[in-house]
């Protein structure tokens, strides 16, 4: 069955996370139509504050592995972790960053917000932002899904975004949150099971 036929709901349980990839690029149309899902999300007082990176040169991907990859083997040995594991846990993220046809880096952008004289509410207008960059996302991800196109959610700009914003020459106001690989699977993943609803609804009056 082709994705365009499936029903919405199918679309959202039919998504995944992949993380193996097929070389075959991702045509620049598709992406724009992906990124345009994205541009429709919800967001405080509609300043949309988010902006998008693309990365399809694999120069670039290749600058941003070696980059992360140097923080992620620096913070991994804090943990305590052996120098064997370090390399492997850092070589596996380092290809999966590689082998991804495209990237989008998400990125927040505060700049436009509102700004209040206290501590308390200006925390609540970033995350407003940060929550609407999660549905940003997420209308990425279906919207890839529909189109024939798999996608997979790194948070490991999370954890570096100085990094990732410095070998992307990013503007400073833009503050890097996920990586979104697009591609085509080269394997299905395994599907983790959902919790059932009755457990996640504390209140239903």
């Not at 992906?34 to 990176?53: C, D, K, N, T, Y």
């Not at 880096?105 to 004289?117: G, Q, R």
């Not at 990586?179 to 996640?200: N, V």
């Amino acid at each position: 069955m082709k994705r365009t036929t499936l029903s919405l709901i199918e679309i959202i349980r039919g998504r995944h996370s992949v993380r193996r990839y097929h070389e075959r690029p991702v045509p620049r149309e598709l992406i724009e139509q992906v990124l345009e899902a994205a541009r429709w999300a919800p967001s405080p007082h509609g300043r949309q504050p988010w902006r998008f990176a693309v990365l399809t040169r694999p120069e670039l991907r290749s600058r941003l592995a070696d980059a992360m990859g140097d923080e992620w083997r620096r913070q991994l040995a804090m943990d305590g972790q052996d120098a064997a594991t370090i390399e492997l846990r850092r070589r596996k993220s380092h290809e999966r960053i590689l082998r991804a046809p495209a990237i989008v880096v998400p990125c927040l952008y505060l700049a436009e917000l509102d700004v209040y004289p206290d501590a308390d509410r200006n925390i609540a207008e970033a995350t407003m932002a940060i929550q609407s960059l999660g549905c940003a996302v997420q209308n990425m991800l279906l919207m890839a899904y529909q189109l024939g196109l798999d996608g997979g959610w790194m948070c490991a700009p999370l954890f570096c975004p100085q990094v990732v914003g410095g070998a992307l020459d990013l503007d400073p106001a833009l503050t890097p949150h996920a990586l979104i690989t697009l591609g085509y699977a080269a394997a299905d993943p395994a599907r983790r099971d959902r919790l059932p609803l009755e457990q996640l609804v504390v209140r239903f009056d």
